[in-house]
């Protein structure tokens, strides 16, 4: 063999031992992952020189945006996702930061609420635990179902209208039986009365009938089973305690009254007496001008013909106006034990009132 042919020899083999040391080092670099290891370091290196496009956000909106990421999207599927929605400029720029810093195994399918003012990390971060995907939602004491409906479409966290809310809890909607039972729900009522006023944090993935079974079942945690005995022990349906109590609740300005109008109701109740309650009037009436509760006239106590104007028909209307809360319940089956069987609103704007045993003294307590 030539001094030549020797020398490309050992060259051949010197190249073959530099890149096999050179394999190897790049596997012992890379964990065995050599090419995952180069396309991390590239995307590294891509994303070095972007900071201020990686932290720059696409807007001030911090108008939540709802982004599913469905089960087998990929970090790619996922980043052309958020730039279809305006979240984010660059997906390959997301593609790349999720990668750099681990999360591209970490992005989790769910429902979230992310806002355009979020930058790529901050988006990153979030779409990586679905479970902290919730949100606040508060019902006030004495709304009734379309008061509800209405804060749903309001509220941009719902993926749901409040049209969609009343099919399934309005009047006709289907009926939980052992519910229906528990409450003497009678077939076809709606759930007036029953959806639990209170604060709630709701998940992303919240469903009308999810929404609907959390605020009744909040109902029967908090009457407990002392309300259903008390109204029994005092000859009351719970679908009547409801009833009532969703007339106080709308009477009363002050909880510490509760029990005091509770008590000129039943007294009216057990004497046969209408209980000419004004907000069975507005109930009748709808939606009036730019609310539920319109101003009732004089004239609207006989000229508001309906079912539930407690001026022209005796006894309970057909079924509760409007949510009570607890206090208004409770004080229902635990009535202050009183003589009267009027009440007017003071006239110091007080929010209390002045009872009376006479329609004479009704008279006189006005303003």
Partial sequence: MSRLAKSLLAGIVLIGILAAVGVGALLVVSRGAPVDFLQTTAARLRIASRQDDLNR????????????????????????????ESLIVDPELFVDYVRVSDMDVELEAGTYFLQRSQNIPEIAQALTDSRS??????ILEGWRLE??????????????????????????????ADFAELVGLPPGASLEGFLF??????????TPEMLRDILTQQFIAEIGSDVPRDAAANDLTLFEVVTLASIVQREAVREDEHPRI????????????????????????????????????????????????????TGLPPG?????????????????????????????????????????EQVANAC
């Fill in 57 to 84: 956000p696409i807007s001030s909106d911090t108008t939540p945006v709802r982004f599913t990421i469905e089960p087998g999207d990929t970090p790619r599927g996922i980043a052309q996702k958020l730039a279809g």
């Fill in 133 to 138: 995907s919730q949100f606040p939602f508060r």
């Fill in 147 to 176: 008061e509800i409906a209405e804060v749903i479409d309001d509220n941009p966290y719902f993926g749901f209208s409040g049209a969609d809310f009343l099919r399934v809890v309005g009047p006709g909607a289907p009926q939980d």
């Fill in 197 to 206: 006023p209170d604060t709630y944090q709701l998940p992303a993935v919240v």
């Fill in 262 to 313: 509770a008590s000129v109701y039943l007294n009216r109740l057990r004497d046969g007496m209408k209980l000419d309650a004004d907000p069975t009037v507005q109930y009748g009436i709808g939606f009036d001008g730019d609310t539920w509760w319109p101003q009732i006239t004089q004239a609207d106590y006989t000229d508001a013909v309906h079912p539930y104007n407690t001026y022209l028909n």
């Fill in 320 to 360: 509760p106006i409007a949510n009570p809360g607890i206090a208004a319940i409770r004080a229902v089956v635990n009535p202050e034990e009183t003589p009267y069987f009027y009440f007017r609103a003071r006239c110091d704007g007080s929010g209390y009132h002045n009872f009376a045993v006479t329609f004479e």
